[in-house]
């Protein structure tokens, strides 16, 4: 199984839980592996942030698009195969800031949501592993119901 969840939530997860840091950087007191194929950073390193998207028709739905393409793209897809080799059908959790870091409460303040590029993830996972089950935590749920179809 899969967990999405943040990294303060990630603390409620049961023990045998491995847990990765799929954020560009880790809060201080953190020291979780990284699962850096996750991050929300392309080939050049720019990041790829919501506000990017905030004067778009449908911002929401264009972010998810942009960080699908990135994680579609051969490289990164790749790299994402390979990670999920590595884990060995064990049960893994992958930790992001939201909605706990400064952008997300912003976000919550201003519209009344964030958006969390684990939900993303959790999109990305189920349209090209099904058979992996995923276990989104209520901040991320709450968020993939904003920008999916059914996940």
Not at 119 to 135: D, F, M, R
Request: with cysteine; charged share 30%; proline share 5%.
């Amino acid at each position: 199984m899969i967990y999405l969840t943040s990294f303060k939530r990630s603390r409620e997860l049961p023990s045998e839980v491995v847990r990765y840091s799929a954020a560009v950087y880790q809060p201080k007191g953190y020291k979780m592996w990284e699962a850096s194929c996750f991050k929300i950073t392309d080939s050049d390193r720019k990041w790829i942030r919501p506000r990017e998207f905030i004067d778009k028709k449908n911002p929401l739905i264009s972010y998810r698009r942009a960080l699908v393409n990135l994680y579609d793209g051969r490289v990164r897809k790749n790299k994402i195969e390979k990670f999920l080799d590595d884990c060995h059908g064990s049960d893994i959790a992958l930790c992001c800031w939201c909605p706990y870091e400064k952008a997300a409460v912003r976000q919550l303040d201003q519209f009344g949501s964030f958006v969390c590029h684990l939900s993303v993830v959790g999109y990305w996972l189920k349209e090209n592993h099904p058979e992996i089950p995923l276990w989104l935590d209520s901040d991320r749920l709450s968020m993939a119901v904003l920008t999916q179809k059914v996940l």
